[in-house]
Every structure is written in structure tokens, then in C-alpha cells.
């Protein structure tokens, strides 16, 4: 999918930032909708690079924060304890307890705490390059940990990976398989305990605005960290730039059709869970907005930040474990951003500049400089949503484009095949 360049503003260091390399610049355009600079060696730096997010600059929501900070807390930093009437806890044989909340309107965060925090951990990267910090959540009781490839791509080749518990236990752990395009990765804990509480899986296609939403990781090094805040948008088209595949080879841009949220996501947090009032899995943090133009500022959060639908990571999380690699739905256009005539309005879309023979979208008929302005019914005002729309399918799957053609709305329907491993 080509997107269209983004522009990708300067971003200050953060004062507990050691070494901060800059920032890598847009990736060129790319087709067929399925999508820095070296530092100085042995160098103590973020791990995670520091790259665009749409129209705002922003970074990815992890960090070298031990190399900075030195902050070694392993505690567990909760809200008060007391014993509530608001809510009930249902435990569950295998995974985390469900909260059943007394009033909707005022979710007792302390119980979502309590039920969430032994599934998520804190990871710690060392590579010959720098030292990383970030977060994961405990994904099955064979010690499989759900995390962001920023967090953990770094170590697919010497580097060392330590995961430490809610509990203060750490151990050590072995990449299972990455997927740098979609920012993911399972790690698995080595020799771990039996006594590993997964985290119980949400449902993001029931989320809506305004839901209320509990962030836990490692900010900063600080673990046990919970933040509140509510869902602020959904379907966010977000970029941040492209991602470096285990043996230094440029990939797909990493787009995500992401859940916008207000609870305070810091560098560290990546990985970490974004659950609802339940204390069910929502979505994987992944990155932050930040204000551009703002030279000499901090990289923290601005009440803005990114994650990664649960729908889409638990699909690539079971493709990862089973096989250690994860495959992609394909659409087969190359697009721009556009603006197109919709009856008396005019509509941002994504513009179709070439379709490959024999792609799905050729056999539904797709031409070129048919405008889609929306996919199953959620809008697309641009290449970038457009990628983001098809990121999250999967093979197989069948979706309904609307175009508009020679100034006409139609549907035309499209079944996603496998990206080829050849195709960019």
C-alpha cells in the first residue's frame, strides 16, 4: 500500500534519554498495501527508534530508561487497597480475573489493579548497542509474553532479554518470532514458574468512545504502573515509520488501525496492556504523540496515546507461537491521498494509482483512480488509513469496498488473499 509521505517533524530528547539517536526519515511510498541511523557502537541509547505518528510527531512508548534513570523499582504501585462495594471479582481457572463493576459510571480502578497486575511484566533488553526497558503481558501458561517489537527486536541476535513478574521474580527469555510491520512480537520465558496468571482477552470491536480504559507497565522503569484515562478515538490510522526486520532489511511501514486512548502511556509502557473496566486485554501500547516544533522538550505523554487492538495482536500472537512468523492480508493497489467530489460534498480518500494482475483487487474489479473512501463502512480519508484498514484483517477474509468512480458511489465486495513474502 503506497502511503503518502508523512511529515515527520524533528523530536527533542528527553532529558532521561541517554545518547537519543535522531530520528530515521519517512520511508518512501510503498505498494500494495501491506506496509536511521546507526549508533556509535557501544553506546548506552533507546533501543526503540524515535519516528512519526500521522499529521503529530511522535515516539514509540518504550526506552533505554535504566541507562538514564538508574530507577530499579520492581514494586508494585497500585491506588488504595480498602475493600470496595462497587464491584465483584469472578476468578478465572486459567487466566486473570474478570472485575464485574457496580457502577459503569465510576469503574473501581483499584479491583482492575488488583486483577490485572500479575499478567503484566517488565522486560529489560541489553544488546551490544544500549539497554532497553519495557513492558509485556503474560499470554498462556506455557510462559509466552506478548510484547512490542521496538521493545525486544533489538535482541534477535546477542542480545539478553529479562522479564520480571508483578511478583519481583525474574527470568530470562528467548524471542518465539517478530513482526516488525505490524510491531509485535512473543517472547518466552525460560524456565518459568507454573504458577503464570495469562491475561483474560477483551473484545475490541465492542469498544466505543468514551469507554473507560486502564493502562499498566513499566514507565520509566517504574514497574506496576496503572494509569486511567477513557478510549478517545478509534480506527486512528497511525505511522510510525518502518521497522527493520531481524536481519537489517527494510519492511513494510508499520501502520495500525489503532485505539486512541487518554490514560497516560509513557516511554516504557510499550507492550504493556490497555485493558477496559473489566480488566480484559483492549489492546497493546504502543506509541505517543508528541508536539513538533517543540525543540528542547520532553518525549513524555500529552494525553495522547496509541495501541494496538487486541483483534489484531491475538491473530499474529497464535501465528507467531505456532510457526514463529506471522502472515498478512494483501489487497494488491498502490494508492495516494486524494480528494474526490461525493455528490454536493467533496470526501478525502485514497486514491488507486495501479492495481497488480491477478490480486483480489483485480479479480473484484478495482480500476485505477477509483477513489475508496471506506472499508466494511469505516471511513478512509487517506493511503495511510487505507493501510491501516487492511493491516488488521486477516487472509480470507471478505470486505466490502466503497468507491467512488467517475463522480458514483458503489460497493464492490473483495475477498484478502496471503501477501506474497515478495511483495512490498
Known amino acids: ?219 520509566l522503569g517504574l514497574s506496576g504502573t496503572v494509569t486511567t484515562g477513557i478510549v478517545s478515538a478509534l480506527n486512528r490510522p497511525v505511522s510510525t515509520g518502518t521497522s527493520d526486520s531481524p536481519s537489517g532489511q527494510a519492511v513494510d511501514p508499520v501502520v495500525t488501525n489503532a485505539i486512541q486512548t487518554s490514560a497516560a502511556i509513557n516511554p516504557g509502557n510499550s507492550g504493556g496492556a490497555l485493558v477496559n473496566a473489566k480488566g480484559e486485554l483492549i489492546g497493546i501500547n504502543s506509541s505517543i504523540a508528541q508536539l513538533g516544533g517543540s525543540s528542547g522538550g520532553q518525549s513524555g505523554n500529552i494525553g495522547i496515546g496509541f495501541a494496538i487492538p487486541i483483534k489484531e495482536a491475538k491473530t499474529i500472537a497464535d501465528q507467531l507461537i505456532s510457526s514463529g512468523k506471522a502472515s498478512h492480508a494483501f489487497l494488491g493497489v498502490s494508492t495516494r491521498d ?3 467530489t461525493d455528490g454536493s460534498a467533496k470526501r478525502a480518500g485514497a486514491q488507486v494509482a495501479s492495481v497488480t494482475d491477478g490480486t483480489p483487487a483485480a479479480k473484484a474489479g478495482i480500476k485505477q483512480g477509483d477513489v475508496i473512501i471506506a472499508v466494511n463502512g469505516q471511513p478512509v480519508d487517506s493511503a495511510t488509513a487505507l493501510v491501516a484498514q487492511i493491516r488488521e484483517m486477516t487472509a480470507g477474509d471478505k470486505t466490502t469496498l466503497t468507491i467512488i468512480r467517475s463522480g458514483a458511489r458503489q460497493n464492490v465486495d473483495v475477498t484478502l488473499a496471503v501477501k506474497p513474502d515478495t511483495q512490498n
Open 1 to 219: 500500500m503506497t502511503m503518502a509521505p508523512d511529515h515527520t517533524q524533528q523530536i527533542p530528547n528527553a532529558d532521561y534519554y541517554s545518547q537519543l539517536p535522531p530520528p530515521m526519515p519517512p520511508a518512501p511510498p510503498e505498494g500494495q498495501g501491506g506496509g536511521g541511523s546507526t549508533p556509535p557502537p557501544k553506546e548506552r541509547r533507546r533501543l526503540a527508534e524515535t519516528t512519526g505518528v500521522a499529521l503529530l510527531a511522535a515516539i514509540l512508548a518504550s526506552g533505554g530508561t535504566y541507562a538514564a534513570t538508574q530507577i530499579h523499582d520492581h514494586g508494585t504501585v497500585f491506588p488504595s487497597s480498602e475493600t470496595t462495594t462497587s464491584s465483584t471479582t469472578t476468578n478465572n481457572a486459567n487466566s486473570s480475573p474478570t472485575v464485574i463493576q457496580g457502577n459503569a459510571a465510576a469503574p473501581d480502578w483499584t479491583a482492575v489493579a488488583k486483577a490485572v497486575s500479575p499478567s503484566v511484566v517488565s522486560i529489560d533488553v541489553t544488546t551490544a548497542q544500549g539497554e532497553g526497558a519495557g513492558s509485556g503481558v503474560i499470554f498462556d501458561k506455557s510462559g509466552h509474553i506478548l510484547t512490542n517489537n521496538h521493545v525486544v527486536g533489538d535482541a534477535t541476535g546477542a542480545g539478553a532479554i529479562s522479564v520480571t513478574l508483578a511478583d519481583g521474580r525474574t527470568y530470562g527469555a528467548t524471542i518465539v518470532g517478530t513482526d516488525p510491520s505490524t510491531d509485535l512480537a512473543v517472547i518466552k520465558l525460560t524456565n518459568g514458574p507454573s504458577d503464570l496468571t495469562p491475561i483474560t482477552l477483551g473484545d475490541s470491536e465492542a469498544l466505543k468512545v468514551g469507554d473507560p480504559a486502564m493502562a499498566v507497565g513499566n514507565p
Open 338 to 340: 486524494a480528494t474526490v
